[in-house]
Nanobody
Framework: EVQLVESGGGLVQAGGSLRLSCAASGFTFDDYAIGWFRQAPGKEREGVSCVTNDNGRTYYADSVKGRFTISSDNAKNTVYLQMNSLKPEDTAVYYC????????????????WGQGTQVTVSS
């Protein structure tokens, strides 16, 4: 059974940091790209970052470049999203997803989704 479990969300003040984790199981980790998406109230889910596990190539949305860093620990089947200099507009439910082989910012590239973790940034 494929499982993606996110953790690390919470409440933080603007300018603060959080590190999200996505623990994966039930599939061959190296053969899948892992993406982070977020969905704010009343808005569509959007791609934030992703990593191609086989070669380590990454993608970042313009809104998070220079502030967020994605990394992958293949030995632990876990992907992290380090989020620094957080802004109130980063407030959303953050989801990790697995799918395809190459990193993609598009939702329909992913087959498996976690349950999400809430990130709230206060001003």
């Amino acid at each position: 059974e494929v499982q993606l479990v996110e953790s690390g969300g919470g409440l933080v003040q603007a300018g603060g940091s959080l590190r999200l984790s996505c623990a994966a199981s039930g599939f061959t980790f190296d053969d899948y790209a892992i993406g982070w998406f977020r969905q704010a109230p009343g808005k569509e889910r959007e791609g934030v970052s992703c990593v191609t596990n086989d070669n380590g190539r990454t993608y970042y949305a313009d809104s998070v470049k220079g502030r967020f860093t994605i990394s992958s620990d293949n030995a632990k089947n876990t992907v992290y999203l380090q989020m620094n200099s957080l802004k109130p507009e980063d407030t959303a439910v953050y989801y990790c997803a697995a799918g395809g082989y190459f990193c993609s910012p598009f939702l329909n590239s992913y087959d498996y989704w976690g349950q999400g973790t809430q990130v709230t940034v206060s001003s």
